[in-house]
Nanobody, 121 residues
Framework: QVQLVESGGGLVQAGGSLRLSCAASGSIWRINDMGWYRQAPGKERELVARITSGGSTNYADSVKGRFTISRDNAKNTVYLQMNSLKPEDMAVYYC???????????????WGQGTQVTVSS
């Protein structure tokens, strides 16, 4: 009943920028926290950035000062603006949302399918 769809990934040179989007749809009552995770080959999935329903943010040290997470509650969408990209940023980026399904007082976690970000040196 709930779906997260990411977009905006692609190929970019080191020092360039990309903007990722993730739109949630379905029987949603309320979205609590939303975040972006990434996973590179041979590495564990790691948290990149997260944002609460109130707008509080948290970033991994490796992206602080370069990435910015934001959300549009009216559109149930979270964004990740990535500037000054480095080769070590290359990974599959996944959108995550913790939300309440309509008509149920349950908090559930949902994941998008992932979008590839490739950074050339």
């Amino acid at each position: 009943q709930v779906q997260l769809v990411e977009s905006g990934g692609g190929l970019v040179q080191a020092g360039g920028s990309l903007r990722l989007s993730c739109a949630a749809s379905g029987s949603i009552w309320r979205i609590n926290d939303m975040g972006w995770y990434r996973q590179a080959p041979g590495k564990e999935r790691e948290l990149v950035a997260r944002i609460t329903s109130g707008g509080s943010t948290n970033y991994a040290d490796s992206v602080k000062g370069r990435f910015t997470i934001s959300r549009d509650n009216a559109k149930n969408t979270v964004y990740l603006q990535m500037n000054s990209l480095k080769p070590e940023d290359m990974a599959v980026y996944y959108c995550n949302a913790e939300l309440q399904v309509r008509f149920y007082s349950l908090n559930l976690a949902y994941w998008g399918q992932g979008t590839q970000v490739t950074v050339s040196s």
